[in-house]
């Protein structure tokens, strides 16, 4: 079956940077729109970042644009987001998800898998 599977959340303080990794089985990556979203307890999924298939075309939140960077290596079935300049604000659990489609998307109903999350907290 489908598996996402994040890795690279932790206490960081304000300033700081990450690194996040989503590593993917059961799909061939290649073929999938992948993007991060985040949650706080208490409120919606946020989109944070997005990627197409082919790593060409990107799309990131206001919050996030110039801070974080999404990547990709089909070849490892894994995509990234290098967070840097965190802030309390961004304290939230990042979850990948994958979309069949080839449109770079921002809404989480459009994304087929997801994965469990990471955690990620920021102190000030």
């Known amino acids: 079956q489908v598996q996402l599977v994040e890795s690279g959340g932790g206490l960081v303080q304000s300033g700081g940077s990450l690194r996040l990794s989503c590593t993917a089985s059961?799909?061939?990556?290649?073929?999938?729109?992948m993007a991060w979203f985040r949650q706080v307890p208490g409120k919606g999924r946020e989109f944070v970042a997005a990627i197409s298939s082919g790593g060409i075309w990107t799309s990131y939140a206001d919050s996030v644009k110039g801070r974080f960077t999404i990547s990709r290596v089909n070849a490892k079935n894994t995509v990234y987001l290098q967070m840097n300049s965190l802030n309390p604000e961004d304290t939230a659990v990042y979850s990948c998800?994958?979309?069949?489609?080839?449109?770079?998307?921002?809404?989480?109903?459009?994304?087929?898998?997801w994965g469990q999350g990471t955690q990620v907290t920021v102190s000030s």
């Open positions: 059961g799909l061939t990556l290649r073929d999938y729109t």
């Open positions: 998800a994958a979309d069949r489609g080839t449109v770079v998307r921002a809404v989480d109903y459009e994304y087929d898998y």
